[in-house]
């Protein structure tokens, strides 16, 4: 595919279940971000990887965010334990220029909702 | 931190009509500044950009001019069209990795 896949579309689970995220950045992007966008707001930044590894989790909310890239290609976000304040609409990014520009390619997300 | 505001909406505008969104920014330094647009069933895309004051950035017909004596980045475009009508996000680039974005503007363009 040509852009940037995001799986599931869109998930509900029960407070206090896991879920995880799938983002498949576009073939080639080194740099992969996560993005967390409640209703009526703005994204927020959740977490950046350059290639496999985390170069900056500052975004994530507590422990139980999770997000792992082990092959510097797919990335998946994990969250544990799952509370009604997660529901939200997480979206994924890539960028083949590394961080420094600001210029991102977006899915369309993953919306979750915690009942 | 930094932080991005613009103007609530959502903007209603006849097609044709002048398009103003007010953005502005508070920021340590002087930071990249974006717009991006999200139309109905997409993902966010970039529309436009600006890396230093006094730059312009341009793109579709839209337009934005970095002002550091006002720290505003507005959102302009002549003559808009039905097939405009989006989500525009002002954000600027923090700590050199990381876009902060505002809540989001709703345009609504009728025919």
């Known amino acids: 595919g040509a852009g940037v896949s995001q799986t599931p579309s869109n998930k509900v689970t029960e407070k206090g279940k896991y879920v995880e995220l799938r983002c498949d950045p576009i073939?080639?992007?080194?740099?992969l971000y996560w993005y967390r966008q409640s209703l009526g707001q703005g994204p927020e930044f959740l977490i950046y990887?350059?290639?496999?590894?985390?170069?900056?989790d500052s975004g994530l909310p507590n422990d139980r965010f999770f997000a792992v890239r082990p092959e510097g290609s797919v990335s998946t976000l994990k969250i544990q334990r799952t509370e009604r304040g997660d529901s939200a609409v997480y979206l994924c990014?890539?960028?083949?220029?590394?961080?420094?520009?600001?210029?991102?390619?977006f899915g369309e997300g993953s919306r979750l909702t915690v009942l | 931190g930094d932080s991005v505001t613009q103007m609530e909406g959502p903007v209603t505008l006849s097609e044709e009509a002048f398009l103003t969104i007010n953005c502005t920014y508070t920021a340590t330094g002087y930071p990249s500044l974006f717009w991006y647009v999200q139309y109905p069933g997409e993902g966010l895309q970039l529309l436009l950009k600006?890396?230093?004051?006094?730059d312009k950035g341009s793109n579709k017909g839209f337009e934005a001019t970095y002002r550091k004596e006002t720290t505003s980045f507005h959102l302009e475009k002549g003559s808009v069209q039905v097939s405009d009508s989006a989500v525009y996000f002002c954000?600027?680039?923090?700590?050199?990795?990381?876009?902060?974005f505002g809540a989001g503007t709703i345009l609504r363009v009728k025919s």
């Open positions: 954000a600027l680039l923090s700590g050199g990795n990381k876009l902060v």
């Open positions: 990887f350059q290639g496999t590894g985390a170069a900056d």
């Open positions: 990014a890539s960028s083949i220029w590394g961080g420094n520009t600001g210029e991102l390619f």
């Open positions: 600006a890396t230093k004051a006094d």
């Open positions: 073939s080639g992007h080194t740099a």
